[in-house]
């Protein structure tokens, strides 16, 4: 849907089922009563999530046909798309299978083009689409030693992609733009390693392979390239990396990096008292969010500033008696609408300043929620699924609506 701040949507990855069918059924179910009670009189636009074998079905005429009927019928459309989990994402083991297959594999390159066909037939005319994915790999299944050879082989594969959308746009007018989500562990995490390899490997890269490849000059290049890598802004991973919003938003102006989509979503956190019992509660509440679905990354802010970094919630535990410990930040995509978890709370106020800023000077023109962890949520923090979803987006569009 249309907003002041840009369009606004949720995630379809909150939705359970990995076949095209199972998905297409979560939508008939779920879109029509959410737009009925968001705004009935205007399209609704959707954030759709397909897994690879979801891609496989409707990349097909007759299902891609079917869905864009049901668009139209239903007054909805697609313009993003989440091409992050490839996998299953619910009822399974995913941690840090998230990323696989990587960006060094010839799967996500043919798999996350297929997605793009997909949204250049969804996209209405005259509205540019984005696809969000993985932040290249996850750090710890390369030795450091070997991050320039990976940058360097991720990077190749990801101007495979540019060039294809560079021939969408030629032949279609259509402008798609890939999204880069940077994430804790992934081997971009925060934003001064996503600007790092902007600057020294994918416009220097990116310069020569559209040269080459495209007959562009370098101007015509570097051109594309900032129109088609975008950065998925998730409010929630830059938070659990204690980053400024602010100063983020400013270097990504400077360095004239365009924004695909904000992710607008919550961590949770909590300051470590220095009393020992106090703390041990703390860390008591976080053990009730301790679950065996989704990594929990923990950032953990030490008393001379520097930061610790958890691969997963666990490991904090193991840890929780460190004295030297100030604050915790974990990635669980918590609800928006919630700030207070009795000891914890969640880092909403991180929400309320990015859009405080998209409010004021926009940078991207799309939104999107995306809280997926309903189903593994402590049992006192379960709704139904329709009535979570849009207690999310009034919060949003409340707070869109005042700033």
Same mark, same amino acid.
């Given at each position: 849907?249309?907003?002041?701040?840009?369009? $606004?949507?949720?995630?379809?990855?909150?939705?359970?089922?990995? =076949?095209?069918?199972?998905?297409?059924?979560?939508?008939?179910?779920?879109?029509?009563?959410?737009?009925?009670?968001?705004?009935?009189?205007? #399209?609704?636009?959707?954030?759709?999530?397909?897994?690879?074998?979801?891609?496989?079905?409707?990349?097909? &005429?007759?299902?891609?046909?079917?869905?864009?009927?049901?668009?139209?019928?239903?007054?909805?459309?697609?313009?993003?798309?989440?091409?992050? &989990?490839?996998?299953?994402?619910?009822?399974?083991?995913?941690?840090?299978?998230?990323?696989?297959?990587?960006?060094?594999?010839?799967?996500?390159?043919?798999?996350?083009?297929? $997605?793009?066909?997909?949204?250049?037939? /969804?996209? &209405?005319?005259?509205?540019?689409?984005?696809?969000?994915?993985?932040?290249? @790999?996850?750090?710890?299944?390369?030795?450091?030693?070997?991050?320039? +050879?990976?940058?360097?082989?991720?990077?190749?594969?990801? /101007?495979?992609?540019?060039?294809?959308?560079?021939?969408?746009?030629?032949?279609?007018?259509?402008?798609?733009?890939?999204?880069?989500?940077?994430? #804790?562990?992934?081997?971009?995490?925060?934003?001064?390693?996503?600007?790092?390899?902007?600057?020294?490997?994918?416009?220097?890269?990116?310069?020569?392979?559209?040269? *080459?490849?495209?007959?562009?000059?370098?101007?015509?290049?570097?051109?594309?390239?900032?129109?088609?890598?975008?950065?998925?802004?998730?409010?929630?991973?830059?938070?659990?990396?204690?980053?400024?919003?602010?100063?983020?938003?400013?270097?990504?102006?400077?360095?004239?990096?365009?924004?695909?989509?904000?992710?607008?979503? *919550?961590?949770?956190?909590?300051?470590? #008292?220095?009393?020992?019992?106090?703390?041990? *509660?703390?860390?008591?509440?976080?053990?009730?969010?301790?679950?065996?679905?989704?990594?929990?990354?923990?950032?953990?802010?030490?008393?001379?500033?520097?930061?610790?970094?958890?691969?997963?919630?666990?490991?904090?535990?193991?840890?929780?008696?460190?004295?030297?410990?100030?604050?915790?930040? =974990?990635?669980?995509?918590?609800?928006?609408?919630?700030?207070?978890?009795? /000891?914890?709370?969640?880092?909403?106020?991180?929400?309320?300043?990015? $859009?405080?800023?998209?409010?004021?000077?926009?940078?991207?023109?799309?939104?999107?929620?995306?809280?997926?962890?309903?189903?593994?949520?402590?049992?006192?923090?379960?709704?139904? /699924?329709?009535? @979570?979803?849009?207690?999310?987006? +009034?919060?949003?569009? =409340?707070?869109?609506?005042?700033?």
């Amino acid at each position: 849907m249309q907003t002041s701040a840009g369009h $606004l949507t949720y995630c379809t990855n909150i939705h359970a089922g990995e =076949s095209w069918e199972d998905h297409f059924a979560a939508l008939r179910q779920n879109i029509p009563g959410i737009k009925k009670r968001i705004r009935a009189d205007a #399209p609704f636009g959707i954030g759709l999530r397909l897994s690879h074998q979801a891609s496989l079905t409707l990349q097909q &005429p007759d299902a891609l046909r079917a869905f864009q009927d049901w668009l139209r019928q239903e007054d909805c459309y697609v313009f993003t798309m989440n091409g992050f &989990p490839y996998g299953g994402f619910h009822h399974t083991h995913v941690k840090d299978q998230v990323h696989a297959p990587d960006w060094t594999t010839p799967e996500r390159l043919a798999y996350t083009i297929r $997605l793009f066909d997909i949204l250049k037939e /969804l996209v &209405p005319a005259g509205m540019e689409g984005g696809i969000s994915t993985s932040p290249l @790999s996850y750090k710890y299944w390369h030795p450091a030693t070997q991050y320039p +050879e990976v940058f360097k082989k991720t990077t190749g594969q990801i /101007l495979d992609v540019v060039r294809h959308l560079v021939g969408i746009r030629r032949d279609t007018g259509k402008l798609l733009h890939l999204d880069i989500e940077p994430e #804790p562990d992934g081997l971009l995490e925060s934003g001064p390693e996503f600007f790092d390899w902007y600057d020294q490997y994918l416009l220097p890269m990116g310069k020569t392979y559209l040269q *080459a490849h495209a007959g562009m000059d370098a101007a015509a290049a570097e051109t594309a390239i900032r129109d088609h890598l975008q950065l998925c802004y998730d409010v929630c991973h830059f938070a659990v990396g204690y980053e400024d919003h602010a100063t983020v938003v400013r270097q990504l102006r400077e360095k004239k990096i365009k924004t695909g989509k904000i992710q607008i979503s *919550a961590a949770l956190k909590a300051d470590m #008292p220095a009393d020992k019992d106090k703390r041990a *509660a703390v860390i008591q509440a976080f053990r009730q969010f301790n679950e065996s679905t989704y990594l929990h990354q923990v950032v953990a802010r030490q008393d001379d500033g520097t930061l610790r970094r958890y691969p997963d919630l666990p490991e904090a535990l193991a840890d929780a008696g460190n004295a030297g410990t100030r604050a915790w930040r =974990s990635h669980f995509h918590v609800p928006l609408f919630i700030q207070d978890y009795g /000891l914890l709370r969640s880092t909403q106020e991180d929400i309320r300043q990015v $859009l405080t800023i998209q409010g004021a000077t926009p940078f991207t023109g799309h939104l999107e929620v995306e809280t997926y962890t309903w189903e593994v949520l402590p049992e006192a923090l379960k709704a139904p /699924l329709s009535e @979570s979803i849009l207690r999310e987006m +009034e919060w949003v569009i =409340s707070f869109i609506n005042k700033a």
